[in-house]
Every structure is written in structure tokens, then in C-alpha cells.
């Protein structure tokens, strides 16, 4: 299976040096690197990326994420990619390649929880609840709200891109951490509540907070079988040295 690792950056790769040791004993017929920037020359990125040469201009938030998204997907498909995974250009793999292209070979999203959520919060999910309820035909109860980064076999994908049009997605904010999920759901596709990526696990504040990557909470994230973690402090050399360990088994 080759599986794509798909990077939507603003401007390049936080950690290449440790991407490098995660692929170093990989062969290269099993993944392929893509990444979508802010422009089309980013740095730096992985020797061998695929980039796209024309990006689409995105806010954060926007339906252009989606849009950026589906481009960025779509380019791995075209290099005949099996299974995707979409990150970010701060995240790092905390498991073996091995693991990873096992796990990311079904469609899986973190699901984000809807208790523990402050009143601004709760509001906000109702009104765009309604709105993907009367867009999507399903019941409320049917609905949720994703992480923006997952994996999606191809299969699953394709279907999203004939069966749905992103400028008439009703939601214009955070529209990413609605689109995929929920048309899934609608289709009727199979799709997984996973750990695919560790970030600030508070649901009243913004999942973008950075982390400290302790010792603890590596082994934490690994033993609870998480398959990425994102925007992290400066990593000490003894987390490197675990991560290298890891991505060596």
C-alpha cells in the first residue's frame, strides 16, 4: 500500500531532520510526500516532495482549507496513492512507519468532543449543527466535528469529490472541521473515531496550543496509540532521541 503524506504548510516542514529518520529505512514506492504552502517554492520541505506550483490562497478557518485540502489530496491520488493522511507542517509521527501506513490505511478522524464545551462554544455547534442538519439531510444526533488533520483511503475520497461541492458547503467558518467527517456520514462511508493526532486536549480552548513534549507525555501519546502530535515547544535532544528509537523499530 502506498500511503501519501500530505502537508498543508504556510511555509514549510518545523522538523525535517526527524521526518528524514522516520522515512530513512522506507522504501520509496511505499508513500509519497506533497505539501501546499502559502507560496510555491516552500522551505523547507522534504527532498523528493511533490509541491504544488499553483497554491490556492487560504484563510484560516475558510472553505479555501477545504479547497487547499481536496488539491492536495487529489495530488496524491494522481501519483496513486492508496491512503492519505493530512498534516501539518509542526506535526511529527510517534509511531514506526510500519504502524503508521497500517493505521492510516482506513479512513479515521479524532473526533472533538461536545461536553466540557464553554456557553460560546455550545451556541456556535448549535447553529452550525442546524445548518449542516437542513444541508447534509441528516439528523443533528448524526453530526459531528473533527480535527481538520485525518486519513482517508482513496476510495473514500473520491467519493466525496463527485458527490459534493465545496462552494455550496454552508459553513464558512471552520469549515474544515466539518467537511470531511460529516460528508462521509451522509454517503453512507465507513470511517473510524481514532487517535490520529495528540494537541491540547482542553475543548475550551484552541486545539493549536503549543505543547511541551515530555518524556511523560511521549509515552502517554504512544501507549494510548496516537499517531501524530503537533505544535510542539523546541524538542530536547533525549525526545529525539526516543523519536529517532521509535521510527528505527
Not at 31 to 48: D, E, F, Q, R
Amino acid at each position: 500500500m502506498k500511503l501519501g503524506f500530505c502537508f498543508l504548510v504556510k511555509e514549510g516542514l518545523s522538523h525535517c531532520s526527524l521526518w528524514e529518520s522516520f522515512f530513512a529505512s522506507v522504501s520509496p514506492d511505499a508513500y509519497g510526500v506533497y505539501v501546499h504552502a502559502k507560496n510555491s517554492a516552500p522551505h523547507p520541505v522534504l527532498v523528493g516532495s511533490c509541491v504544488d506550483p499553483d497554491p490556492i490562497h487560504t484563510a484560516w478557518g475558510d472553505r479555501s482549507l477545504v479547497a487547499a485540502t481536496q488539491r492536495l489530496l487529489s495530488m496524491a491520488i494522481d501519483d496513486d496513492c492508496d491512503s492519505m493522511v493530512l498534516l501539518s507542517g509542526d506535526m511529527l509521527p510517534l509511531q514506526s512507519f510500519r504502524w503508521i501506513q497500517e493505521f492510516c490505511g482506513q479512513t479515521r478522524f479524532s473526533v472533538q468532543p461536545q461536553v466540557g464545551l464553554s456557553e460560546r462554544q455550545i451556541k456556535a455547534n448549535v447553529k452550525r449543527f442546524s445548518l449542516l442538519s437542513d444541508y447534509l439531510c441528516l439528523s443533528v444526533e448524526m453530526l459531528k466535528k473533527q480535527n481538520m488533520f485525518f486519513s482517508i483511503k482513496r476510495d473514500d475520497f473520491l467519493k466525496i469529490v463527485v458527490e459534493a461541492e465545496i462552494s455550496e458547503f454552508p459553513l464558512h467558518e471552520l469549515a474544515d472541521e466539518y467537511y470531511w467527517i460529516n460528508h462521509l456520514t451522509r454517503i453512507g462511508a465507513e470511517w473510524k473515531p481514532s487517535n490520529v493526532v495528540f494537541c491540547n486536549p482542553d475543548p475550551t480552548k484552541t486545539q493549536a496550543l503549543v505543547l511541551n513534549l515530555t518524556p511523560n507525555l511521549l509515552s502517554s501519546c504512544v501507549s494510548d496509540g496516537y499517531a501524530f502530535i503537533r505544535k510542539m515547544a523546541d524538542i530536547d535532544a533525549g525526545i529525539i532521541r526516543d523519536l529517532k528509537r521509535i521510527y528505527s523499530a
